[in-house]
């Protein structure tokens, strides 16, 4: 009954995503009704600690709870990255950063070089632009016509501006901060030291693999070179405004406890915000300006409470639900039985993941349903849930960019006049290679048992 439950549930939750309902409505609502069937299976919701007295109502208990958990220490720290990416995104630095990295793009006449090149690039912009969609769209209008103009195919070039979110790059996103938190490490230790080189590797083993595959491709379709006309960056902020959208990886680098005093990453955005908004007054001396620029962060704090902090917490419902009917603990007793408990569990995570943001075409719905079951797991089988986490957190965005209903393919697709399947079978091999990489540099890099 627990297995059948939990399948149940899962199956549901990827049809309503994938039927275009809210992903944060959807893991809610089926998450709640998995809690108030293990009431009627007789197990508990909540600890009689924390229990209201009515196993029904401890089912909205629990909610209760992971608000005040997660709109707090996690949540905030999410909302405060996330209204610093809207900063830089109102101030133009963001637009300074991919303008800069576009420039050198110019000068390469080798059209598979410039593609590596530009994908290699692209992932750099990945810094200052974390959303998927948003990046790709502006790959698209700017890299995708040089990139056609020298020789690349519509396939190959809209392949490279799909690819460079399927691996989380900056040690200091939302979702790397999350997946920190789930393993229990320091961020600099997991982001770092355990995160950054497989993440590195694995973006060197999928430009290897867009090399051959786009070429392949070319070759096979006969492909006939075009030009098109490259959309020009427009803004106005100098250009020592790109070293911006970084200052919160170096401030983390900087104020860890050896160089300069420790300090929390929330009070090191803090002191980025604090620094930016000076050096906006210094240009303008307007501090009406100024002030009105710094709303953009407390918008975008607001936005993330609705989109992620809200994801996160039906995400929490649903996975304590599968945790309370039992579908975890059965999960659990299958893969041990099979011997190599370990690496089965972490494959088998990493392909659930992959497989469910294919479906959905999202990369935080998976990843935020099935993080929180991490801790468990870890605890009862004597794993590293840093083992664990790293593959699940690369195979969401993996499997996002495998998507034809991800955002991030459809914009590409449309803006390329190609379709979603063309561009999935181009991102196709490079993304599998990409996704065996980071499972191989896990095994080898990131130690299973707990540290």
Not at 175 to 198: S, W
Not at 215 to 237: C, M, N, W
Not at 400 to 427: E, H, I, N, Q, T
Request: proline share 5%; charged share 10%.
């Amino acid at each position: 009954m627990d297995v059948l439950l939990g399948v149940l549930a899962i199956v549901a939750v990827s049809y309503y995503i994938v039927k275009g309902y809210s992903a944060t409505g959807v893991l809610l609502s089926i998450g709640m009704l998995l809690l108030l069937a293990s009431v009627l299976l007789g197990k508990p919701v909540l600890p009689e600690a924390k229990s209201t007295g009515s196993a029904v109502l401890n089912v909205v208990e629990y909610v209760k709870e992971l608000l005040l958990n997660r709109g707090g220490g996690l949540g905030m720290l999410i909302m405060v990255l996330c209204g610093f990416a809207a900063y830089m995104s109102h101030l133009g630095a963001n637009d300074m950063v991919v303008k800069l990295a576009a420039h050198p793009l110019k000068y390469i006449n080798s059209p598979y070089l410039l593609m590596v090149v530009a994908y290699f690039l692209a992932c750099l912009m990945s810094f200052a632009v974390p959303s998927a969609t948003g990046l790709g769209v502006l790959l698209m209008a700017t890299l995708f016509p040089v990139m056609v103009n020298v020789g690349i195919s519509r396939g190959a070039a809209a392949a490279i501006c799909v690819s460079p979110a399927a691996i989380i790059l900056s040690p200091t996103s939302g979702d790397v901060v999350l997946a920190a938190e789930t393993a229990k490490m320091p961020l600099t230790l997991f982001a770092f030291q355990l995160t950054l080189p497989i993440s590195i590797i694995s973006i060197v083993t999928i430009a290897i693999a867009h090399y051959f595959w786009q070429r392949f491709l070319d070759r096979r379709e006969g492909f006939v070179p075009e030009q098109l006309q490259a959309q020009e960056i427009k803004t106005k902020v100098p250009k020592f405004y790109a070293i911006l959208p970084f200052t919160p990886i170096i401030g983390v680098l900087v104020f860890d406890g050896v160089i300069a005093p420790k300090l929390h990453i929330i009070t090191v955005i803090i002191l980025c915000l604090m620094l930016t908004a000076a050096i906006d007054f210094c240009r303008s001396f307007d501090a009406k300006k100024m002030y009105a620029d710094s709303e953009m962060v407390y918008r975008g704090m607001a936005d993330a409470f609705s989109s992620v902090v809200m994801l996160l917490v039906a995400a929490g419902v649903f996975a304590h639900g599968l945790e309370t009917v039992g579908f975890i603990s059965s999960l659990i007793s299958s893969v041990q039985s099979l011997g190599s408990g370990g690496i089965i569990m972490m494959i088998a995570l990493a392909l659930i993941t992959a497989l469910a943001a294919i479906t959905t075409g999202s990369g935080n719905a998976p990843f935020y349903a099935f993080i929180t079951m991490i801790p468990k797991l870890a605890q009862d089988m004597g794993i590293n849930p840093a083992y664990l986490t790293i593959p699940m957190l690369q195979a969401s965005n993996l499997g996002r960019s495998l998507s034809p209903v991800s955002g991030v393919v459809v914009a590409v697709s449309g803006m390329g006049k190609l379709s979603p399947f063309d561009v999935v079978k181009r991102v196709s091999v490079p993304m599998i290679v990409g996704f065996l990489s980071v499972l191989i540099c896990t095994e080898i890099l990131v130690p299973s048992l707990p540290m």
